[in-house]
């Protein structure tokens, strides 16, 4: 138990699933994993535990943004021994190729500023993603949805007024923008613990587009079960 997570030691997987919404977590674990029990509701911030194929998993949401992100990652690693940690997110595409309802597997995350920033003085950290997740998803991936890989960027904020920020990502191949994934990979890196972020498209910064509620089930579902293969690979 921790100051932000009420689970008991053993109650949380190596492996977990890490959505920024509580209530998708709540939905993963109706709708992905066997037996799944709550296991933390402190301040709203459900977590679940439960199996998938045999395999003992945890999905936990960690709220909007990397300063929250960061609270929860350091204690699921630090306090929980957790060692895989999948984000499973929305982002907006910042290029024309990519479309809704695609997939986007982040190698790595470009970023102003994380919680870890401080730490590294002038140095301009990579945060990159675990190449053996990598590797899996985008297996798990073929024939399923379509996936594109490399660079995506991780903003502090999400009313954001830099356009001519946006152009230069835009030029120099930035994929989509979230708002968690640059930190996880830091954290992941500390600690030598493996990490992901996966994320579909749920808007476009480009043509404007926008995946209507009503049909984001299925295309979460379709990341939901890349994550979990790839996580058990």
Do not use: C
Not at 19 to 27: H, N
Not at 29 to 52: C, H, I, K, P, Q
Not at 97 to 112: F, P, Y
Not at 128 to 143: I, M, V
Request: aromatic share 8%; hydrophobic share 45%.
């Amino acid at each position: 138990m921790t100051v932000h997570i009420g689970a008991k030691a053993g109650d949380i997987a190596e492996t977990v699933l890490l959505p920024g919404d509580p209530y998708r977590a709540k939905w993963v674990a109706e709708n992905f994993l066997e037996d799944a029990v709550l296991v933390n509701e402190v301040r709203g911030m459900l977590g679940f535990t439960g199996s998938y194929k045999g395999n003992r998993v945890s999905v936990h949401g960690t709220g909007m943004g990397m300063p929250s992100l960061s609270i929860y990652v350091n204690e699921l690693i630090r306090d929980f021994d957790v060692q895989t940690l999948i984000r499973i997110g929305s982002a907006g595409a910042m290029q024309e190729n990519i479309k809704l309802r695609d997939v986007v597997l982040a190698m790595s995350a470009t970023t102003l500023s994380t919680p870890s920033e401080g730490m590294f003085k002038e140095l301009n950290f990579a945060p990159t993603a675990d190449f053996g997740l990598l590797a899996a998803a985008h297996k798990a991936a073929e024939g399923k949805v379509t996936t594109h890989v490399g660079s995506i960027y991780s903003s502090n904020t999400f009313y954001d007024e830099r356009p001519d920020l946006n152009e230069q990502m835009m030029r120099h191949g930035i994929m989509a923008v979230e708002m968690e994934a640059a930190e996880l990979y830091t954290l992941a890196a500390r600690y030598q613990r493996r990490a992901l972020g996966i994320m579909t498209i749920s808007d476009h910064l480009v043509t404007g587009e926008a995946l209507p509620s009503e049909d984001r089930e299925k295309s979460f579902g379709d990341m939901v079960e890349i994550a979990l293969e790839a996580a058990f690979a």
